[in-house]
């Protein structure tokens, strides 16, 4: 059975591995107004037959993926399928990759205009896995994580970040596929069945369920009772309430 509320024991677990997005930091908000802005002006201008691009589409298809996969998987629920291009495609161009690419355009202008604080809650859990001795990575599909985290003040917290880049280049397929995770731990050198995960994402929630890990802790930030359906054991509103 899922827990709902935490006082959870650490004396098992030697890694944390936490996604970033929505976890640590509340950008999954700045994604989630870039995706907004890209799919509705697309759908304006290419297919106004379509109802609006929802938030309901972001957690369903979007969230949690690597950029590209969201741009299919959205697409595709669509039944809208574009050509693929490069990640080298022109903003303006309208393929998967070039789709993708004006997103990410709008993301970096309002997180340089805004900058990122991370969540209170999450800077005392890093504060008390430090202090117990508990090992920590991240874990994210997101290609602009190590500028997130050194806006937020967190690069220095982390030996390892396993992010979008790193695992394009190694050739690890993104979440729901529990690969990054793994990479993560093996990365530290902890052994799967010792590592716990921490998600707000359907997908990555899938990841960390299907990786062989001790748990997963489901952080709801709006996706609620899908995160336990995808494999939360436990699931928190704040990381602070895993602070035993
Ligand atoms: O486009 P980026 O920055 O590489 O990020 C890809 C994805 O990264 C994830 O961390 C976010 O949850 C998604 O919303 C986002 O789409």
């Given at each position: 059975?899922?827990?709902?509320?935490?006082?959870?024991?650490?004396?098992?677990?030697?890694?944390?591995?936490?996604?970033?997005?929505?976890?640590?930091?509340?950008?999954?908000?700045?994604?989630?107004?870039?995706?907004?802005?890209?799919?509705?002006?697309?759908?304006?201008?290419?297919?106004?037959?379509?109802?609006?691009?929802?938030?309901?589409?972001?957690?369903?298809?979007?969230?949690?993926?690597?950029?590209?996969?969201?741009?299919?998987?959205?697409?595709?629920?669509?039944?809208?399928?574009?050509?693929?291009?490069?990640?080298?495609?022109?903003?303006?161009?309208?393929?998967?990759?070039?789709?993708?690419?004006?997103?990410n355009?709008?993301?970096?202008?309002?997180?340089?205009r805004?900058?990122?604080?991370?969540?209170?809650?999450?800077?005392?859990?890093?504060?008390?896995l430090?202090?117990?001795?508990v090992?920590m990575?991240?874990?994210?599909?997101?290609?602009?994580?190590?500028?997130?985290?050194a806006?937020?003040?967190?690069?220095?917290?982390?030996?390892?970040?396993?992010?979008?880049?790193?695992?394009?280049?190694?050739?690890?397929p993104?979440?729901?596929?529990?690969?990054?995770?793994?990479?993560?731990?093996?990365?530290?050198?902890?052994?799967?069945?010792?590592?716990?995960?921490?998600?707000d994402?359907v997908?990555?929630?899938?990841?960390?369920?299907?990786g062989?890990?001790?748990?997963?802790?489901?952080?709801?930030?709006?996706?609620?009772?899908?995160?336990a359906?995808?494999?939360?054991?436990?699931?928190?509103?704040?990381?602070?309430?895993?602070?035993?």
């Amino acid at each position: 059975m899922t827990e709902t509320s935490a006082a959870f024991d650490w004396t098992a677990v030697e890694a944390a591995l936490f996604d970033l997005d929505g976890v640590l930091t509340p950008t999954a908000e700045v994604h989630m107004q870039a995706w907004d802005a890209l799919f509705n002006s697309y759908l304006r201008a290419e297919h106004p037959d379509q109802p609006p691009y929802t938030q309901a589409d972001y957690f369903a298809h979007v969230d949690g993926k690597p950029r590209y996969d969201g741009v299919r998987d959205f697409l595709t629920s669509r039944g809208i399928e574009l050509p693929e291009g490069t990640v080298d495609d022109d903003a303006e161009l309208d393929t998967v990759h070039g789709l993708g690419n004006r997103k990410n355009v709008t993301f970096n202008e309002v997180l340089t205009r805004d900058g990122v604080r991370a969540y209170p809650g999450s800077v005392a859990l890093l504060d008390h896995l430090a202090t117990i001795g508990v090992q920590m990575a991240v874990v994210s599909s997101s290609k602009n994580a190590p500028a997130v985290l050194a806006a937020a003040g967190l690069a220095d917290r982390f030996e390892v970040v396993i992010d979008g880049v790193v695992a394009a280049r190694l050739g690890l397929p993104g979440k729901p596929a529990p690969d990054t995770f793994q990479h993560a731990a093996d990365e530290l050198g902890v052994a799967h069945a010792r590592c716990i995960v921490l998600e707000d994402a359907v997908s990555g929630v899938q990841a960390g369920a299907a990786g062989g890990f001790a748990g997963v802790v489901g952080v709801d930030r709006g996706a609620g009772s899908a995160l336990a359906d995808a494999g939360a054991t436990i699931v928190v509103r704040d990381l602070a309430e895993l602070i035993s």
